[in-house]
C-alpha cells in the first residue's frame, strides 16, 4: 500500500490535526498514529498490526488517504474524466427561447436581441432529442435567456413535446429555470407545474435599496419587491427556489443585510448560491474594476459561508466545501448543449448569441460545417491532465478550471476559488461541524 498524493494535512493552532483528501473529499480529525501510518505505509505489514491499528488502516483506505500500489492516482482520474465527458446516457439541454430581457443589469454579458424562437427552430430541438433517444436514460432542460419567460409560450410549448417524447421512449424529464423572477404570476406558476419545471434560479443582488442599482428593469425602476413577492408565490406551489446572489466588489458589505431580510421574511429554506461577477465578454467589460479576483472571491466566499450559517441558511455542502468532478461542466461533456433561438448550438452559456461561436445548428443537424464540429471537439478535448494542474493535489475537485477561460485565455490552468484559502475553508469546516455536533448531544 502507498499514501495518496491528493492528501492535504493540517494541524491547527490548538494541536489539532486534519486529514483532507481531494479524491474523495473526506475530512477527517486524525492522531499521531494516523500520520505514523502515512509516513510508514511502505513498509508496515498490516498482518502484524493490532486490531486498531488495522481497524484504523482500513478507514484511512476507505476516505481513499491511503491506496493499492497498483492504482496510479492520475490514470484513475483520467479515467473518471473521459466516462464523465463521453457518457451518451444523459443529456443535458439549456434553451433559450429568446435573448431579450425586460432587465438592463449593468454586468450582463449577453448582448440582448429582440427575437422568439421559432416553431421550426423547436421542432430542430425535438429533431435533436430524438437523434439520441435511444441511447437515453434521462433529459434533462435548462430554461434560460435573456429572460425565458418573455419567451413563455415557447417554453410551455416546447416543454409539452418534450416530455410527450421522454414518455414516448422512457427518458426520465427533469426540468430548471433559471429566471429573474420578476414575470412569475399564479398562472405562469401553474404552467410550470404542468412542463414539470419544479426548480428555478431568481437573482436577489442584495437589500432593495442595493438591488435596484443591479437588477434594473428597462424602465429604470427597481424589481426587488416584485421579486420578493414571487420568490414566496413559488415557494407556496413547492416550486423550489435557489437565490443566486452576484458578488463584487460593490454590494459584497451589504450581503448579510440581505441575509436578514430573508431570514425575517421566512425565506430561511431557501438554498443561497453566491457568483462571482466576471466581465467574461466585451458586453460586460465596463463593470471589469469592480469585479473580485479569484482570490479575493475565495477568501470572501469564507466569510459569505459563515454568514449564511449565522442566520440559518443551510451552507454546508458545494459549493460551500468541494465536491468531486469528473469533469468540469456541461461544456466540456459530448452530450450537452445550449440552444438559442435561431436554433445555433453552443458548448458554453457564455457563448448564446455569438454566432461564430457555433458548434451547430438544430435547422441543419442533417448538414454540420466541419468547422462547427472542430470548435465541439476542442471544448470537449479540454484537458486538465497537463501543466501545472498534473501535479496539483486539488486537481480531482477543480479538474483544470472553467473550459471557457481556459480557452479564451490559451492558459493550460484557470484555478478555481479552493486554491487559495483551502487550509481556511477546512479550519471552519471542522470548527462548525465539531460546534453542531455538540448541540446535538
Same mark, same amino acid.
Request: proline content about 3%; glycine content about 6%.
Given at each position: 500500500?502507498?499514501?495518496?498524493?491528493?492528501?492535504?494535512?493540517?494541524?491547527?493552532?490548538?494541536?489539532?490535526?486534519?486529514?483532507?483528501?481531494?479524491?474523495?473529499?473526506?475530512?477527517?480529525?486524525?492522531?499521531?498514529?494516523?500520520?505514523?501510518?502515512?509516513?510508514?505505509?511502505?513498509?508496515?505489514?498490516?498482518?502484524?498490526?493490532?486490531?486498531?491499528?488495522?481497524?484504523?488502516?482500513?478507514?484511512?483506505?476507505?476516505?481513499?488517504?491511503?491506496?493499492?500500489?497498483?492504482?496510479?492516482?492520475?490514470?484513475?482520474?483520467?479515467?473518471?474524466?473521459?466516462?464523465?465527458?463521453?457518457?451518451?446516457?444523459?443529456?443535458?439541454?439549456?434553451?433559450?427561447?429568446?435573448?431579450?430581457?425586460?432587465?438592463?443589469?449593468?454586468?450582463?454579458?449577453?448582448?440582448?436581441?429582440?427575437?422568439?424562437?421559432?416553431?421550426?427552430?423547436?421542432?430542430?430541438? =425535438?429533431? /435533436?432529442? &430524438? #437523434? +439520441?433517444?435511444?441511447?437515453?436514460?434521462?433529459?434533462? !432542460? *435548462?430554461?434560460?435567456?435573456?429572460?425565458?419567460?418573455?419567451?413563455?409560450?415557447?417554453?410551455?410549448?416546447?416543454?409539452?413535446?418534450? =416530455?410527450? /417524447?421522454? &414518455? #414516448? +421512449?422512457?427518458?426520465?424529464?427533469?426540468?430548471?429555470? !433559471? *429566471?429573474?423572477?420578476?414575470?412569475?404570476?399564479?398562472?405562469?406558476?401553474?404552467?410550470?407545474?404542468?412542463?414539470?419545471?419544479?426548480?428555478?434560479?431568481?437573482?436577489?443582488?442584495?437589500?432593495?435599496?442595493?438591488?435596484?442599482?443591479?437588477?434594473?428593469?428597462?424602465?429604470?425602476?427597481?424589481?426587488?419587491?416584485?421579486?420578493?413577492?414571487?420568490?414566496?408565490?413559488?415557494?407556496?406551489?413547492?416550486?423550489?427556489?435557489?437565490?443566486?446572489?452576484?458578488?463584487?466588489?460593490?454590494?459584497?458589505?451589504?450581503?448579510?443585510?440581505?441575509?436578514?431580510?430573508?431570514?425575517?421574511?421566512?425565506?430561511?429554506?431557501?438554498?443561497?448560491?453566491?457568483?462571482?461577477?466576471?466581465?467574461?465578454?466585451?458586453?460586460?467589460?465596463?463593470?471589469?474594476?469592480?469585479?473580485?479576483?479569484?482570490?479575493?472571491?475565495?477568501?470572501?466566499?469564507?466569510?459569505?459561508?459563515?454568514?449564511?450559517?449565522?442566520?440559518?441558511?443551510?451552507?454546508?455542502?458545494?459549493?460551500?466545501?468541494?465536491?468531486?468532478?469528473?469533469?468540469?461542466?456541461?461544456?466540456?461533456?459530448?452530450?450537452?448543449?445550449?440552444?438559442?433561438?435561431?436554433?445555433?448550438?453552443?458548448?458554453?452559456?457564455?457563448?448564446?448569441?455569438?454566432?461564430?461561436?457555433?458548434?451547430?445548428?438544430?435547422?441543419?443537424?442533417?448538414?454540420?460545417?466541419?468547422?462547427?464540429?472542430?470548435?465541439?471537439?476542442?471544448?470537449?478535448?479540454?484537458?486538465?491532465?497537463?501543466?501545472?494542474c498534473l501535479s496539483c493535489n486539488l486537481l480531482p475537485i477543480c479538474m483544470g478550471g472553467c473550459p471557457y477561460m481556459k480557452l479564451k485565455d490559451g492558459k493550460s490552468a484557470n484555478c478555481e476559488k479552493w486554491k487559495y484559502h483551502f487550509n481556511e475553508m477546512i479550519k471552519y469546516t471542522y470548527e462548525y461541524k465539531s460546534l453542531k455536533e455538540k448541540e446535538c448531544v
Amino acid at each position: 500500500m502507498k499514501k495518496s498524493k491528493y492528501n492535504i494535512i493540517n494541524e491547527l493552532e490548538n494541536g489539532v490535526k486534519l486529514a483532507f483528501n481531494s479524491s474523495s473529499c473526506a475530512l477527517a480529525e486524525v492522531e499521531d498514529d494516523f500520520i505514523n501510518i502515512l509516513d510508514e505505509i511502505e513498509t508496515i505489514d498490516v498482518n502484524t498490526l493490532s486490531p486498531e491499528r488495522k481497524e484504523l488502516v482500513e478507514d484511512m483506505k476507505k476516505g481513499n488517504f491511503i491506496i493499492e500500489d497498483c492504482v496510479d492516482e492520475i490514470e484513475q482520474l483520467k479515467f473518471i474524466n473521459k466516462r464523465g465527458k463521453y457518457s451518451n446516457n444523459s443529456f443535458g439541454l439549456t434553451i433559450a427561447p429568446t435573448l431579450f430581457c425586460n432587465f438592463k443589469c449593468p454586468y450582463c454579458y449577453e448582448t440582448p436581441q429582440n427575437e422568439q424562437m421559432s416553431e421550426e427552430v423547436q421542432n430542430g430541438i =425535438i429533431e /435533436l432529442v &430524438k #437523434e +439520441n433517444a435511444k441511447y437515453l436514460g434521462d433529459l434533462s !432542460v *435548462t430554461w434560460y435567456g435573456g429572460e425565458p419567460l418573455i419567451g413563455k409560450d415557447v417554453v410551455f410549448a416546447l416543454s409539452a413535446k418534450l =416530455i410527450d /417524447l421522454c &414518455k #414516448e +421512449n422512457g427518458i426520465e424529464y427533469s426540468a430548471f429555470m !433559471v *429566471t429573474n423572477g420578476y414575470l412569475v404570476t399564479e398562472q405562469v406558476v401553474e404552467k410550470m407545474k404542468e412542463a414539470q419545471i419544479m426548480s428555478c434560479q431568481i437573482t436577489v443582488d442584495g437589500p432593495e435599496r442595493i438591488h435596484n442599482t443591479r437588477r434594473i428593469l428597462k424602465d429604470g425602476t427597481g424589481s426587488f419587491n416584485q421579486i420578493i413577492k414571487n420568490i414566496k408565490l413559488l415557494k407556496k406551489n413547492d416550486i423550489n427556489v435557489n437565490i443566486r446572489v452576484n458578488i463584487d466588489k460593490t454590494n459584497l458589505e451589504y450581503v448579510e443585510e440581505l441575509l436578514t431580510f430573508l431570514e425575517e421574511n421566512g425565506l430561511q429554506d431557501l438554498h443561497i448560491n453566491f457568483g462571482q461577477v466576471t466581465a467574461y465578454t466585451e458586453a460586460c467589460s465596463s463593470i471589469a474594476g469592480n469585479c473580485l479576483s479569484t482570490k479575493e472571491y475565495s477568501s470572501a466566499n469564507i466569510n459569505l459561508q459563515k454568514l449564511l450559517h449565522k442566520h440559518g441558511f443551510n451552507a454546508d455542502d458545494y459549493p460551500y466545501y468541494p465536491g468531486i468532478k469528473s469533469n468540469y461542466c456541461c461544456a466540456d461533456q459530448i452530450n450537452s448543449f445550449v440552444v438559442d433561438p435561431k436554433g445555433f448550438i453552443y458548448k458554453c452559456w457564455n457563448n448564446i448569441g455569438s454566432e461564430e461561436d457555433a458548434v451547430g445548428n438544430v435547422l441543419r443537424l442533417k448538414d454540420p460545417k466541419v468547422e462547427e464540429t472542430m470548435r465541439s471537439i476542442k471544448w470537449v478535448e479540454v484537458n486538465p491532465f497537463e501543466g501545472e494542474c498534473l501535479s496539483c493535489n486539488l486537481l480531482p475537485i477543480c479538474m483544470g478550471g472553467c473550459p471557457y477561460m481556459k480557452l479564451k485565455d490559451g492558459k493550460s490552468a484557470n484555478c478555481e476559488k479552493w486554491k487559495y484559502h483551502f487550509n481556511e475553508m477546512i479550519k471552519y469546516t471542522y470548527e462548525y461541524k465539531s460546534l453542531k455536533e455538540k448541540e446535538c448531544v
